[in-house]
């Protein structure tokens, strides 16, 4: 019996050294102002439970998981995530008009066609770099800019 | 996190417009609450339909009229809160609209897209000016003092909050209602739409609709 525990504690480490998390479709919206914080979205999938701790950029002071909550009066809210679950195998969206990376204080405006990197630290998976494309203003995702 | 709200009572769009559709004692109701609201000194009402949203405010444009409903007269308009500050909604709802301009072609001509800012302090005409052509060169952007942003988001029925945080920009972030409002040619309220409800194109065709069934009466 102990010895069948020890071997479900080693699988289950080995599962969690083996946590992936894919982070796909990254981007960004262009500024029009400047001084004017940003948005940033992308889709995370977790092979494991885990959590999206924070998320850091050079061109930003700082970066907010912000979920976006519209109430019965149709009002518009940001909610800020301290953490973000991402349950097991279920694919996380962050989109325009909901949830978004908020980049605060950024050192200037974003220009269509640059890009930039974004560092995501997960609780398990730790921490994944990725470029993020600027689109246009009126970008709605990677998939649909022209 | 500290939220002070704008003007008291203005959150329920939804319940008044139900309201209004239930009966007439309740539409009395919210004719009173309107009231209630209302500054005496606004320039005269454009009070229409049944619902209790008055298309009226007194405020500058991008270029640096100063404009009214009546400016607009003859045009369909498409009218939308927000504040340049927002990362999120508010461009998003207005490449939406932008992009129901494109569809409507020739049509669009019928239409006058408004962005009201709810936040005119950090808003001012030079900054809307910038802000709407980025997104469309018909997009019509107005401002104003507090006070006249205030008449204009309580006559709409638009509700605000300013949230107070160390993180946000400026120390405030801002909520807002999400609502796209149709006012007729007339002036008057037609009907609200909100930018996930449904994609542009359909609401394209709806604003069609309601030119043709114009043109034919
Ligand atoms: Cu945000």
């Known amino acids: 019996m102990k010895l069948f525990l020890a071997a479900v504690c080693t699988a289950m480490f080995s599962a969690a050294a083996l946590a992936e998390v894919v982070v796909s479709d990254p981007w960004a919206r262009a500024s029009i102002l400047a001084s004017r914080p940003g948005a940033a979205y992308l889709t995370l999938r977790s092979d494991a439970d885990d959590r999206l701790l924070s998320a850091t950029t050079p061109v930003a002071d700082h970066v907010m998981i912000h979920a976006s909550e519209t109430d019965a009066d149709s009002v518009a809210r940001m909610i800020h995530l301290d953490a973000l679950d991402l349950p097991a195998g279920r694919m996380v969206r962050f989109a325009p008009g909901g949830m978004h990376l908020m980049l605060m204080g950024l050192a200037g405006k974003l220009d269509e066609g640059a890009s930039f990197p974004l560092t995501l630290t997960f609780e398990r998976a730790g921490a994944i770099t990725v470029g993020v494309p600027v689109l246009g203003v009126a970008a709605t995702g990677p998939e649909v800019e022209p | 996190m500290n939220t002070a709200n704008n003007t008291g009572g203005l959150r329920p769009i939804?319940?008044?417009?139900?309201?209004?559709?239930?009966?007439?004692?309740?539409?009395?109701?919210?004719?009173?609450?309107?009231?209630?609201?209302?500054?005496?000194?606004?320039?005269?009402?454009?009070?229409?339909?049944?619902?209790?949203?008055?298309?009226?405010?007194?405020?500058?444009?991008?270029?640096?009229?100063?404009?009214?409903?009546?400016?607009?007269?003859?045009?369909?308009?498409?009218?939308f809160f927000g504040f340049t500050f927002c990362p999120n909604i508010c461009p998003t709802?207005?490449?939406?609209?932008?992009?129901?301009?494109?569809?409507?072609?020739?049509?669009?001509?019928?239409?006058?897209?408004?962005?009201?800012?709810?936040?005119?302090?950090?808003?001012?005409?030079?900054?809307?000016?910038?802000?709407?052509?980025?997104?469309?060169?018909?997009?019509?952007?107005?401002?104003?003092?507090?006070?006249?942003?205030?008449?204009?988001?309580?006559?709409?029925?638009?509700?605000?909050?300013?949230?107070?945080?160390?993180?946000?920009?400026?120390?405030?972030?801002?909520?807002?209602?999400g609502y796209i409002y149709l006012m007729r040619p007339d002036g008057g309220f037609d009907t609200v739409y909100r930018e996930g409800d449904q994609p542009p194109e359909a609401l394209a065709d709806e604003i069609l609709m309601r030119i043709e069934r114009d043109e034919r009466s």
């Open chain 2, 14 to 79: 939804r319940r008044l417009l139900w309201a209004t559709v239930a009966g007439t004692a309740l539409a009395f109701g919210a004719a009173a609450l309107w009231r209630a609201f209302t500054p005496s000194d606004l320039p005269a009402p454009r009070v229409t339909g049944e619902a209790a949203i008055v298309n009226s405010y007194s405020l500058t444009d991008h270029a640096g009229r100063s404009v009214t409903p009546d400016s607009y007269d003859g045009q369909w308009q498409l009218v």
């Open chain 2, 93 to 177: 709802t207005l490449a939406y609209i932008a992009s129901v301009m494109d569809i409507l072609g020739p049509e669009a001509d019928q239409v006058a897209p408004i962005f009201v800012t709810v936040d005119p302090a950090r808003d001012t005409v030079d900054v809307m000016a910038e802000y709407v052509a980025a997104f469309h060169p018909r997009l019509i952007g107005l401002t104003g003092t507090e006070a006249q942003a205030a008449e204009a988001t309580a006559n709409f029925r638009v509700w605000y909050e300013r949230s107070e945080g160390a993180d946000a920009p400026d120390g405030y972030l801002m909520a807002h209602s």
